[in-house]
């Protein structure tokens, strides 16, 4: 199975700054990676997949990057609906893995 | 627009059965693979299988293979999850979601249906 940790485990931040969120492999998993944002008591929604692309109406300050073992979520300048928690996952094969999560917290 | 509607979940006892269903609307269901993910309670996210568009194949994590089976019935567009032989560690909200471009991701979700296996 391939495991995703994520980096920080929680960032705080102040609205207006930028965020980098990490996400590591332990094998490499080509570009088959999505990041998903989830407000409590909501579902997860889908922001990015295959590492770069923007899912169809999120803004443009959410970006993706990476490839192999090590992808990161970028948003630039955050608004307050932003502070939220930050799931990776990957799909390389079909034993799909999440990673554990990354609380963005406002500072 | 795409809709997915849980339901079925409750509270059950260690070693009972439930059924959950999930309405989806909006899309060619036909078309597309499904899957269940679940969420304990304060935790991550846990993928729990998927079946493809057809039908004709199933996958599942090892934590609920052989208890759980998928399955859906493309004519009322409509996916189910029979849980079995529930264990306390199944207590979770559980998501039906629809796979995305590339079937590498989840790109709709419903709102979940919260299943609590206690005595």
């Known amino acids: 199975e391939i495991v995703l940790t994520q980096s920080p485990a929680t960032l705080s931040l102040s609205p207006g700054e930028s965020a980098t969120l990490s996400c590591r492999a332990s094998?490499?998993?080509?570009?088959?990676v999505a990041w998903y944002q989830q407000k409590p008591g909501q579902a997860p929604r889908l922001l990015v997949y295959?590492?770069?692309t923007r899912a169809t109406g999120i803004p443009t300050r959410f970006s993706g990057s990476g490839s192999g073992t090590d992808f990161t979520l970028t948003i630039s300048s955050l608004e307050p609906e932003d502070f939220a928690v930050y799931y990776c996952q990957q799909r390389s094969n079909w034993r799909i893995t999440f990673g554990q999560g990354a609380r963005l917290d406002v500072k | 627009q795409v809709q997915l509607v849980e339901s079925g979940g409750g509270v059950v006892q260690p070693g009972g059965s439930l059924r959950l269903s999930c309405a989806a609307s909006g899309f060619t269901f036909n078309v597309y693979g499904m899957h269940w993910v679940r969420q304990a309670p304060g935790k991550g996210l846990e993928w729990v299988a998927i079946?493809?568009?057809?039908?004709?194949?199933?996958l599942y994590a090892d934590s609920v293979r052989g208890r759980f089976t998928i399955s859906r019935d493309n004519s009322n567009n409509t996916l189910y999850l029979q849980l079995n032989s529930l264990k306390a560690e199944d207590t979770a909200v559980y998501y039906c979601?629809?796979?995305?471009?590339?079937?590498?991701?989840?790109?709709?979700w419903g709102p979940g249906t919260l299943v609590t296996v206690s005595s």
């Open positions: 979601a629809k796979d995305g471009v590339g079937q590498t991701s989840f790109d709709y």
């Open positions: 094998q490499s998993v080509s570009r088959y």
């Open positions: 295959d590492a770069t």
């Open positions: 079946i493809r568009y057809d039908g004709s194949t199933q």
